[in-house]
């Protein structure tokens, strides 16, 4: 993961001065990944004994945002295979706040977003901080 990472930076470094410049920030790019991810990620529960939720980790329901080994995530999107990851921000006080990158298969930045309030999640940062997501009763 770490290599990954460092690859990332090295190859948005050249394009910028900053590794997580703002001059990449790909709106239109940004809002359907949102999109996406509000419509796959789920929420799942359990009720416990007293009738009250018990809640499992975010999961994808979909093959276009599915989980990598290495922490992130691949995004197959019009046609793109995608790869996002999440660091953490310099302004974080603990983990709270990350920084999304998204790169194309080239390992090019096409893609971020700073400061998300995601506390080190990549399904919350990938929604933009959103963290509601659909619940799902899985008993």
């Not at 929420?43 to 992130?72: A, H, I, M």
């Not at 995004?75 to 995608?82: H, R, V």
């Amino acid at each position: 993961m770490l290599i990954l990472i460092l690859s990332a930076l090295l190859v948005s470094s050249s394009a910028s001065a900053s590794p997580v410049s703002a001059s990449v920030q790909n709106n239109g790019l940004l809002k359907d990944i949102r999109q996406l991810t509000i419509d796959c990620v789920i929420e799942p529960y359990v009720l416990n004994s007293s009738g009250d939720k018990v809640f499992g980790d975010l999961t994808s329901t979909c093959d276009e945002l599915q989980p990598d080994r290495n922490g992130g995530m691949r995004i197959s999107f019009k046609g793109a295979l995608l790869r996002a990851f999440i660091i953490e921000s310099e302004n974080s006080d603990g983990g709270d706040l990350n920084h999304l990158i998204i790169l194309n298969g080239k390992g090019a930045v096409v893609a971020e977003r700073h400061d998300i309030l995601a506390f080190d999640n990549i399904y919350i940062a990938l929604a933009g901080g959103d963290s509601e997501f659909r619940q799902v009763r899985v008993d």
